[in-house]
């Protein structure tokens, strides 16, 4: 990371600049920001926590598209920070995100949970209930990002049929 990248990235982390971007910031915002930390390789450690609260999480899960919750769980798996609010965020809404949301960002989803250890049956059944629609519309990474998860997630057996559903199209 250069040396402007990592200034910007030391600004934005300040705890005071953190909480208050989260509070005014809008799910698309906080969502890009979050992704940007992370591909930069940036520890946003305070910002990752302001984003982590019970508020912030109502405001990217509720008020946010697919792609502002595949952005901010992605984040947090890649910069490894744990992240309970946010992924019970996505566990109480889970049958909407997946239904709802577009394949990639499903996938995303689904890849950002194994990655971070998060194998709570709630979710990967409502991954695995988008099967069809997957095998429909997934290019192959996203098929693999899906079945990589269910796999990480030892959810394979339980979901053999939508399993074999998807194994196909790769």
Known sequence: ???EARNLAIAVDRKEVAQKFVQEG???NIS???WAMATMGAEARNLAI???RKDVVQKIVQAGKTQDI???IWAMAAMRVECPGL???IKGDA???MKNGDIQHVSNIAYALGDLGYFEKRVFDAVVGQAERVAREAKE???CNILWSLAVAGRMRENERAVEVLWKEV
């Open 87 to 89: 992924i019970n965020g």
């Open 50 to 52: 302001a984003v982590d």
């Open 95 to 97: 049958e909407r995100i």
């Open 1 to 3: 990371m250069g040396a």
């Open 70 to 72: 595949s952005n901010t």
């Open 26 to 28: 809008n799910p698309q």
């Open 141 to 143: 990474q996203e098929l």
């Open 32 to 34: 890009n920001t979050m």
